[in-house]
């Protein structure tokens, strides 16, 4: 099989295609032809060897659809549709920028769906973040106001969606003032250009401050974000666009707003239910709910695909298909 392997952390060229020999699967685990894989921040941190626990080489791939090839025990049937994410893929073991991949079946989830594999590709990573972190970690509400600060990833792109689908009323962010139709469209009432300051734009709307924060930019705009919740308002830190792991010198006390919460969300520790994954799935063949989808690429074509990613400049999930 084809494989992009990372053998020494660095720029995309670092991504070498190889022909590695199809896995075996052990017990417990099931042999997965990959049919599509989106692009993660996580994957490209990884790259550039801010992934301390990873040890190369490595091939990466926290996330994909595809059938089932083998399952020893015989739970999954050959050309069962699954997705794998997470619980270590691509980290603690070979992921999937490849062909086929072996994962445990602690990390699959069946679906069934008549998409087109570039689209189904986009959703597994995509929809764990965006559910777990509204419904699990915020625990929204209808008519509660939500501020999602990173508006244009395709993370904030679904959320706003899903949460303007849920009766809240959404304020998103850009550092760019073009994209304000881009952000209407998929669900913001309120638009905010982001210029690290957020704070008096979201008061002037809401002089108490919103209910909800969803931080994707990460830990360098995450002060500001808080400051911007209503006493007893509740943050989640869920995306690291900034690529920064940490805060330095965090003083809790002087860090946090008096009465305001502070959570994150994990796909790698919580996920949403597979009847979840599945009823989200039908939604999109529904028409009900649009993929923020960005170009699609060739497994021979990673570096190129990476190189977009890193650029900021992809308007929307990145897909490869392997085959």
Request: hydrophobic share 45%; charged share 15%; glycine share 10%.
């Amino acid at each position: 099989m084809k494989a992009a392997v990372l053998h020494t952390p660095g720029p995309p060229d670092q991504l070498r295609l190889e022909e590695r020999p199809v896995p075996t699967p052990q017990a417990g685990q099931v042999l997965l032809r990959v049919r599509a894989f989106g692009l993660n921040r996580s994957e490209l941190m990884t790259r550039k060897g801010l992934s301390p626990t990873v040890q190369f080489p490595r091939i990466l791939g926290i996330e994909c659809v595809g059938e089932v090839v083998a399952d020893p025990s015989g739970e999954y049937a050959p050309g069962q549709q699954v997705a794998a994410l997470m619980g270590g893929l691509g980290r603690d073991f070979d992921g999937s920028y490849a062909e086929y991949t072996v994962v445990p079946k602690t990390i699959l989830y069946p679906f069934r769906s008549q998409l087109p594999w570039a689209q189904l590709g986009a959703i597994p990573e995509m929809f764990q973040t965006v559910y777990g972190s509204l419904h699990l970690a915020l625990q929204i509400q209808p008519g509660e106001t939500l501020l999602i600060r990173g508006g244009t990833s395709s993370i904030g792109l679904l959320a706003a969606q899903l949460a303007s689908q849920a009766g809240l009323t959404v304020l998103a962010t850009s550092r760019r003032a073009d994209r304000a139709d881009l952000l209407r469209a998929n669900g913001a009432t309120h638009v905010l250009v982001d210029n690290g300051h957020l704070r008096d734009q979201v008061r002037a709307l809401y002089p108490p401050g919103v209910d909800r924060a969803l931080e994707l930019v990460g830990t360098a705009t995450l002060r500001d974000t808080l400051t911007c919740l209503r006493p007893g308002g509740l943050g989640c830190l869920t995306g690291m666009l900034a690529e920064s792991w940490s805060i330095p010198d965090f003083a809790p006390m002087d860090f946090i707003p008096a009465t305001v919460g502070l959570t994150s969300y994990d796909s790698g520790q919580v996920t949403a239910p597979a009847a979840a994954l599945q009823a989200f799935i039908d939604s999109v063949e529904a028409g009900k709910v649009t993929l923020g989808l960005g170009r699609t690429f060739a497994l021979a074509d990673i570096v190129a695909a990476h190189e977009l990613m890193e650029s900021n400049a992809a308007g929307g999930k990145l897909v490869v298909l392997p085959s």
